[in-house]
């Protein structure tokens, strides 16, 4: 009797996952799809890069910005956040650096996470001179010629307060085949894409590898200080830029990460940095977290292979719909399909870091980043 009410429970928790949550899995809202036309006036941008000792990614990082291919006044804005091993200095010894300005980032206050801090700085040069818009990415993204161009577009045709694209993260070593596909298909899970990108829904989400931010909204909506204290800064900023005016989050095909995870403990670190803040640290979440794990992606595959009957159907169609829902991101990410089978095997891992992000909140060691501990339990934005 068990064994059937898990199997019946985990093949109704499969079937709204995939009929009621926006068709997420289906991966459909691109960067590389329903492009826009060019506008009639291309806007100004500021790009704002903020940056603690990338001198390994930083030449490449700018040096896409410095080559982008937009039609209208642009220029880069670096914030050097007190690194040590010659970031400034190799982004200053990069061709066309006269459209690049480098700002030396004074020391971290309290109450500031340090890449908000970095942004906050950045941002407020940048908009000395009144751009339209503001390009906030990471220092360790590559972006196509085109990217900056299509973003613009869509911002302009959609009147939209912000155009996010979820970077192509790397993904070549098997630790990085196994977790990083389930990263994005996670993430679109929680917070689908076309809820997002509905006006009429109160979804909201960005990703902060690369967010096209119009200037006049972010001011509107409190500026970078209006989420100092945030680890999740990106979902924090497009929550209060979706007040202002529509927003869009795309999967993309033109902005990818530089960086690549060698091993598992890699992406560990970087699943548990923010897990246990997307759960407000709460541990109430996280105990419903982790039981809510166990019944979709553990419990379906159990009963499948040690049930039998109307049970053991239920846990088997349970998790072929599990591998099916997957197929897109691996396609996506070109990688084989049966990594939708393993897909009970990766929740389980997703799991055991966000328990691990959680007892690194405990131990005062949340969200560490850059020799940084963020984690700022009780604060509020």
């Not at 990217?147 to 990085?176: D, P, Y």
Request: with cysteine; proline share 6%.
């Amino acid at each position: 009797m068990i064994a059937l009410v898990l199997g019946g429970l985990g093949l109704a928790i499969w079937l709204y996952l995939m009929l009621g949550r926006g068709l997420f899995w289906l991966a459909r809202e691109r960067d590389d799809r329903d492009q826009p036309g060019s506008p009639v006036h291309w806007p100004s941008v500021v790009a704002v890069v903020p940056a603690r000792n990338e001198a390994d990614v930083i030449a490449r990082s700018i040096g896409d910005l410095l080559a982008q291919d937009y039609p209208g006044p642009f220029r880069v804005v670096l914030v050097d956040d007190q690194s040590d091993d010659g970031t400034a200095d190799v982004a200053r010894a990069l061709p066309g650096s006269e459209r690049l300005e480098v700002v030396s980032g004074s020391p971290l206050p309290a109450g500031w996470v340090g890449k908000m801090w970095a942004v906050s700085q950045g941002a407020a040069h940048a908009s000395a001179d009144g751009p339209d818009y503001l390009l906030l990415t990471d220092a360790d993204i590559g972006h196509d010629p085109s990217n900056l161009r299509q973003l613009v577009g869509r911002a302009e045709a959609g009147k939209l307060a912000l155009a996010s694209i979820m970077v192509r993260l790397h993904c070549a070593t098997f630790a990085e085949r196994l977790m990083i596909p389930a990263f994005v298909y996670f993430f679109d899970m929680l917070f689908p894409f076309g809820w997002v990108n509905n006006t009429r829904s109160k979804v909201s989400a960005g990703a902060g590898g690369c967010m096209l931010v119009r200037r006049e909204a972010l001011e509107a909506a409190g500026g970078i200080a209006s989420i100092r204290d945030a680890i999740i800064d990106d979902c924090a900023l497009a929550a209060r830029l979706k007040r202002q005016g529509p927003i869009w989050l795309g999967l993309g095909t033109r902005a990818a990460s530089l960086r690549p995870y060698e091993n598992l403990g890699e992406i560990g670190r970087m699943i548990s940095r923010s897990a246990y803040a997307q759960l407000g640290y709460s541990p109430w979440l996280l105990i419903g977290t982790v039981l809510g794990m166990i019944l979709t992606y553990l419990a379906p595959p159990l009963v499948a292979l040690f049930s039998h009957g109307w049970a053991q159907l239920a846990g088997a169609l349970t998790w072929l719909l599990m591998a099916i829902s997957f197929t897109p991101m691996t396609r996506l990410y070109r990688v084989s399909p049966l990594w939708g089978v393993a897909l009970p095997v990766i929740g389980a891992l997703y799991t055991l870091f966000t328990l691990q992000s959680a007892v690194q909140v405990w131990q005062g060691k949340g969200g560490m980043w850059k020799g940084r501990s963020q984690a700022m339990v009780g604060t509020g934005s």
